[in-house]
Nanobody, 126 residues
């Protein structure tokens, strides 16, 4: 079992920045990948970004490329999502997800992840 705890959400004005954190505990290993997904009211959950623990390969949704950066701290078993130039469309609940042995082409697929955090609210509004 893996436990994931997100933090760092909040209210920010358009153009502002936030950094989300996701701390993992339990049966984590170097073969894990971790991803961020988000869900806006009335919409489907969508992929944001993902990173492989070993090697650090990253994948981003087109909508956040150039604005968001995913990174990891191996010593702290924590993944970060730095979000810059935020837009109202970025509003939603952000979820951290994790699982092992996810192939590259599936990193953006929520069905590939078995472990999920409780989510943290991000609201971009003036």
């Amino acid at each position: 079992q893996v436990q994931l705890v997100e933090s760092g959400g909040g209210l920010v004005q358009p153009g502002g920045s936030l950094r989300l954190s996701c701390a993992a505990s339990g049966r984590t290993s170097g073969s894990y990948a971790m991803g961020w997904f988000r869900q806006a009211p009335g919409k489907e959950r969508e992929f944001v970004a993902a990173i492989r623990w070993r090697g650090g390969t990253t994948v981003y949704a087109d909508s956040v490329k150039g604005r968001f950066t995913i990174s990891r701290d191996n010593a702290k078993s924590t993944v970060y999502l730095q979000m810059n130039s935020l837009k109202p469309d970025d509003t939603g609940v952000y979820y951290c997800a994790a699982d092992s042995m996810i192939i590259l082409s599936s990193l953006s697929d929520s069905r590939a992840y078995d472990y999920w955090g409780q989510g943290t609210q991000v609201t971009v509004s003036s």
